[in-house]
Nanobody, 127 residues
Framework: QVQLVESGGGLVQAGGSLRLSCAASGRTFSGYTMGWFRQAPGKEREFVAAISWGGDSTYLPDSVKGRFTISRDNAKNTVYLQMSSLKPEDTAVYYC????????????????????WGQGTQVTVSS
């Protein structure tokens, strides 16, 4: 079992930056693929970023590539999502998720591939 707790959300103006953190506890953090997803009101959950268990590979969709960065510190059991040049359409509840080490290579952008989820943190970008 892995427990995930997100933090760092808040209200920011368009063009601003935020860094989300996700602290993990429980089983060995370093063995998990970590991902970030987001969900806006009335919309489906959307993939934002994934990072391999060792942190050597990352994957982000075109919608956030160049603006968002995912990283992890296995010594601190924490994964980060650095968000810059934020847009109003980035407004959503952001969730971190943990999947097996194979998740990164098989379905890293699919929510169904992740086994554990945090409670989410709200990010609101004002225009």
């Amino acid at each position: 079992q892995v427990q995930l707790v997100e933090s760092g959300g808040g209200l920011v103006q368009a063009g601003g930056s935020l860094r989300l953190s996700c602290a993990a506890s429980g089983r060995t953090f370093s063995g998990y693929t970590m991902g970030w997803f987001r969900q806006a009101p009335g919309k489906e959950r959307e993939f934002v970023a994934a990072i391999s268990w060792g942190g050597d590979s990352t994957y982000l969709p075109d919608s956030v590539k160049g603006r968002f960065t995912i990283s992890r510190d296995n010594a601190k059991n924490t994964v980060y999502l650095q968000m810059s040049s934020l847009k109003p359409e980035d407004t959503a509840v952001y969730y971190c998720a943990a999947g097996s080490s194979l998740t990164y290579y098989r379905g890293r952008n699919s929510a169904s591939r992740y086994d554990y989820w945090g409670q989410g943190t709200q990010v609101t970008v004002s225009s």
